[in-house]
């Protein structure tokens, strides 16, 4: 595909919403694994305006913080600006948002991403790990979004550079390669009390039943306290409890089903990375695949269990032996762009080969 600086096209758009407090919680003391730093998020997010600009976007909506990056990328832009300049670059208007009563937490991301996605971008690029995708993917309706690596967990981002992100994302907004047109696949729990109420939410990646009876510091890593498993896909290199049903029953993110995994201490033993640096021996009885649209029951009142409900390896749900607890996996959620295809899609103009092996001859 031949890229080259594009005239711009009225009325695209794209938005940018980095979490600032990705790759921070409790997994990065207990493993060998470093902070991301805001600096880097911040050259991230210039990255992917630069190249968002230069394939015709006319305007970019980024979300604002009080750790630095929405400003350093604000100061950075101003510098470029009035520095030396080729013909190839060019800034796309950059309108900054705030919200009333920010509260620096996931519920921060879900706002942003509702306000973005009303104003129609055509894509929302998300800087964070597993639990920053989950609290986006609700409120992004019908826009796709691309999810960049930059947490703890990261088996649903993906870890590629970011100008290469900017590419697609523009790409996608300026109608020269097509959103994409398949939901990923969800979780939904739902925890019925003994007074009739119902807790429900949802997972992108895994959900975990596990024997802590509280939520604490919310990540999850001890693998002797883990009971049940359920994953919407299952890639033996991910990082997470994902790579625990990855190990013995791999399934992709495009396939039909998900997987479920019954864990035993006195089962087969997997060696899993858990967490970055992190390689703990897991016992697992069975796996089996997840039908969608069949709601899975979990063990509670059977084995009087209490205890957690992980999502997306972030504790969220204390349950007791008198709760009904399900997971179900459904095909409704968030359209991910697909950034290979995206690049790859035949819309751009290519040089013949046998104009390229002349080029330059006299």
């Not at 290469?164 to 109608?175: D, P």
Request: net charge neutral; with cysteine; aromatic share 4%.
């Amino acid at each position: 595909m031949s890229m080259h600086p594009q005239h711009v096209v009225p009325g695209s758009a794209i938005g940018i919403i980095p979490n600032p407090m990705s790759g921070r919680d409790i997994r990065r003391l207990i493993a060998q694994a470093s902070v991301f730093p805001n600096t880097e998020k911040a050259s991230m997010v210039l990255r992917i305006i630069r190249a968002a600009g230069a394939l015709g976007v006319e305007r970019v909506l980024m979300s604002t913080d009080k750790f630095g990056i929405a400003a350093g990328v604000l100061r950075e832009m101003e510098r470029l600006k009035n520095a030396a300049r080729t013909q190839h670059v060019r800034w796309p208007e950059v309108e900054f948002l705030t919200l009333e009563n920010a509260t620096e937490t996931a519920s921060d991301t879900t706002r942003y991403t509702e306000r973005i996605a009303a104003e129609c971008a055509a894509a929302v690029v998300l800087l964070g790990g597993d639990g920053t995708m989950r609290a986006a993917a609700p409120a992004l309706g019908d826009t796709p979004m691309l999810a960049l690596s930059t947490g703890t967990n990261n088996a649903f981002p993906i870890m590629i550079e970011a100008t290469v992100a900017g590419m697609a994302a523009g790409l996608v907004a300026t109608g020269r390669a097509p959103a994409p047109a398949r939901r990923s696949k969800l979780l939904h729990v739902a925890v019925t009390r003994s007074d009739g109420t119902t807790i429900r939410e949802l997972a992108l990646v895994d959900v975990c039943v596990n024997s802590l009876s509280d939520i604490g510091s919310r990540a999850l890593w001890k693998p002797d306290t883990l009971r049940e498993l359920y994953c919407t896909f299952a890639e033996p290199h991910a990082i997470g409890l994902s790579s625990i049903a990855g190990q013995v029953l791999p399934t992709s993110r495009t396939a039909p089903d998900g997987v479920g995994v019954a864990l035993d201490p006195d089962g087969v033993r997997v060696l899993a990375p858990i967490a970055p640096g992190l390689l703990e021996p897991v016992g697992v009885g069975r796996a089996y695949p997840l039908l969608p649209n069949v709601p899975n029951i979990v063990a509670t009142q059977t084995n009087s269990l209490r205890g957690t409900i992980a999502l997306d390896g972030e504790r969220e749900i204390e349950f007791g032996p008198n709760d009904h607890v399900t997971v179900t996996l459904k095909h409704d959620g968030p359209y991910v762009i697909d950034v290979p295809a995206t690049l790859a899609h035949p819309s751009q103009p290519h040089v013949a080969p046998q104009k390229m092996a002349t080029a330059g001859r006299s």
